[in-house]
């Protein structure tokens, strides 16, 4: 998905001449691109002081400053990871990023539904390739966890083999690799959630893995569509193997949450607000099936409230992007005081500590966030 927003742009200084509303009603790819740009340019605002103590956190064996990271999708070619670190990331994640180049499917492709503060994107993985972005990430250092999100070519005949590929072209310049099986823009991919699809993913994933000089871990990302028996065969398949954690989730397919708005009716993913239940519900339970293996929380944080939330249902960290969209960069300050601030109301000291604390209520739906 690409950042349509543009309140981002509005906390950078070059830009402060130009309105929200006016960026709103830009292209949302070429306000995404103006954004970037500006990024790369040195034009982001920089975090001041250390973060406290209260949000350190380790993650599969990393050390984070801050368990709050940039979803993947915002910097699919591995452009600006340095800037969003030194902004205050504590993880950032580039990507998606499949073997070859692959323009995408068909303009337009991403919309905003106002109204709710969602995005629909059915980007369909745009994105430079393996060798552009590997030449990036070995060029550059980022001081934060850096995350590669990998994908399989539209056009693949063995959408396994490409996931494969990415674990050897970046097992050795990234701190963690995502699998992304889970976005509804690439014909059959999420069908690799399946059973036995992903029993053969993850075994030739994680043996590639174990070829590679250091262990990097390696997450899965999953859709917020799937019912409880699949999440059930999910977890007992990766269970069983040595899989590091979980990104729960992706976009929706769905459309309950945002019904006779403008947009709604537009195919692709929804993100945004509208997926935070569903998302964060998702989240629940898939913490009551794979017991403390690490979860990265993602969909619809759009308030410090949102993202304690997500701890609270279990996960381990969380990530942002869309909400970026209509809350500006500055919600990600915004969210990390919000975070220690629940922390030393509940009298704990790290934010580690409301991990799980609500897992049951989210996992039937008896709370928001």
């Known amino acids: 998905m690409i950042l349509s927003a543009l309140s981002p742009l509005l906390r950078l200084p070059a830009m402060q001449n130009l309105s929200r509303d006016a960026l709103l009603r830009m292209d949302p790819e070429i306000a995404h691109g103006t954004t970037i740009t500006a990024l790369r340019l040195g034009l982001a605002p920089e975090q001041v002081d250390p973060d406290p103590p209260e949000l350190k956190t380790q993650l599969c064996g990393l050390e984070l400053a801050n368990p709050v990271g940039m979803a993947a999708g915002f910097d699919k070619n591995a ?9 205050g990331f504590g993880m950032v994640e580039v990507g998606t990023v499949t073997p070859r180049q692959q323009t995408g499917n068909p303009k337009p492709r991403l919309f905003r539904v106002g109204e709710a503060d969602g995005v629909i994107n059915r ?57 992304n099986i889970s976005s509804p823009n690439t014909p059959g ?7 036995e699809a992903l029993r053969r993913l993850l075994g030739e994933v994680l043996a590639a893995r174990a070829k590679a000089k250091v262990r990097v871990p390696v997450f899965l990302k ?65 913490r009551q099936r794979v017991g403390e293996l690490p979860i990265i929380g993602v969909g619809g944080i759009h308030s410090p409230q ?50 799980g604390t609500r897992t049951a209520d989210w996992a039937v739906g008896h709370v928001s966030g």
Do not use: C, W
């Not at 452009?79 to 902004?87: K, T």
């Not at 993985?125 to 393996?130: A, D, Q, S, T, V």
């Not at 994908?151 to 963690?176: I, L, P």
């Not at 569509?225 to 992706?250: C, M, P, Q, R, W």
């Open 306 to 355: 949102s993202a304690v939330a997500k701890f609270e249902a279990g996960a381990n960290a969380v990530q942002l992007y869309s909400a970026l969209v209509f809350g500006g960069l500055d919600l990600l300050e915004r969210i990390k005081r919000g975070l220690v601030a629940a922390v030393r109301a509940e009298g704990k000291t790290n934010i580690g500590e409301l991990v």
């Open 222 to 286: 999953i859709a917020p569509d799937l019912d409880e028996a699949a999440l059930d065969a999910i977890a007992d398949v990766v269970l069983a193997t040595d899989l590091d954690g979980l990104i729960v989730s992706n976009t929706t397919i769905g459309r309950e949450t945002v019904a006779g708005m403008e947009n709604a009716s537009e195919t692709g993913g929804l993100s945004g607000k509208p997926l935070f239940a569903l998302s964060t519900r998702k989240l629940a339970q898939m």
């Open 79 to 87: 452009e600006v990871p340095r800037p969003l670190a030194r902004m």
């Open 189 to 195: 991919l999420r069908n690799l959630q399946a059973d």
């Open 123 to 179: 980007m369909g993985f745009n994105n430079e390739g393996h060798e552009a972005v590997f030449a990036r990430l070995k060029a550059t250092r980022v001081p934060a966890a850096l995350g590669a999100n990998i994908g399989a070519n539209k056009d693949s005949e063995d959408f396994v083999a490409d996931y494969v590929a990415g674990v050897k072209r970046f097992a050795d310049v990234a701190d963690y690799l995502t699998v």
